[in-house]
């Protein structure tokens, strides 16, 4: 079985512009979430998807956005970067069948490197 | 004060080494509690979970909860080269893992 499929690996971007990143999870897992790890704040919670509608989201700018298709694929996109968005981006998935079902096991991505210069 | 603790390291220790990395939680209300690990350049894997106070074994690696203290710990026997690792703790709470720093350990030959 696939495991959870981030495109693309590195990229390296410039002040100003925007990025899309994409992953696709594990067949048949129907939630998607992303996060954002960096050596200072670690990893901190960006969104989270289930059947295409974000459930939850962190306290991230509104620069930070994303999306699900219908076959659970996902998308997330960084408008303006700055350079403090420098960071590995990690996807992960899980079924996450039941409402609150808070103790689903996470599936990552190895993630995108994203470099803001 | 964060919601979880844990201290960043490294740990350094030789092979076949017990070791043993610690996290510190914040709210009582918690019921869920989980060990990753993340090698270099890796996405973080799920080692063991648990939601009982006590222990819970698995091979080489055992998790215990002590819930009236508000820590969990990951107890590693027979520490091997291939545990060089960052290992994450992490809490679920509405449908995000709250996360500890992360532990780096390194396991000398």
């Known amino acids: 079985k696939a495991g959870v499929t981030q495109t693309p690996r590195y990229l390296i971007k410039t002040r100003g512009q925007q990025v899309t990143l994409s992953c696709s999870p594990i067949?048949?897992?129907?939630?998607v979430s992303w996060y954002q790890q960096t050596p200072g704040q670690g990893l901190q919670f960006l969104f989270e998807?289930?059947?295409?509608?974000?459930?939850n989201k962190g306290n991230f700018p509104g620069r930070f956005s994303g999306r699900q298709f219908s076959n659970s694929r996902s998308e997330m996109n960084v408008s303006t970067l700055e350079l403090g968005d420098s960071a590995l981006y990690l996807c992960?998935?899980?079924?996450?069948?039941?409402?609150?079902?808070?103790?689903?096991?996470?599936?990552f991505g190895s993630g995108t490197q994203l470099s803001v210069l | 004060q964060k919601e979880v603790e844990q201290d960043p390291g490294p740990l350094s220790v030789p092979e076949g080494a017990i070791v043993s990395l610690n996290c510190t939680y914040s709210?009582?209300?918690?019921?869920?509690f989980m060990w990753y690990r993340q090698y270099s350049r890796k996405g973080p894997e799920l080692l063991m979970y648990?939601?009982s106070s006590g222990n819970k074994e698995d091979g080489r690696f055992t998790a215990q909860l002590n819930r009236a203290s508000q820590y969990i710990s990951l107890l590693i026997r027979d520490s091997k080269l291939s545990d060089s690792a960052t290992y994450l703790c992490?809490?679920?709470?509405?449908?995000?893992?709250?996360w500890g720093a992360g532990t780096k350990l390194i396991i000398k030959p």
């Open positions: 992960a998935s899980s079924l996450a069948e039941g409402v609150g079902a808070t103790n689903e096991k996470l599936f």
């Open positions: 067949s048949g897992h129907r939630s």
């Open positions: 998807y289930f059947s295409e509608t974000q459930r």
């Open positions: 709210n009582s209300a918690f019921q869920y």
């Open positions: 648990t939601y």
């Open positions: 992490a809490i679920p709470r509405d449908y995000q893992l709250i």
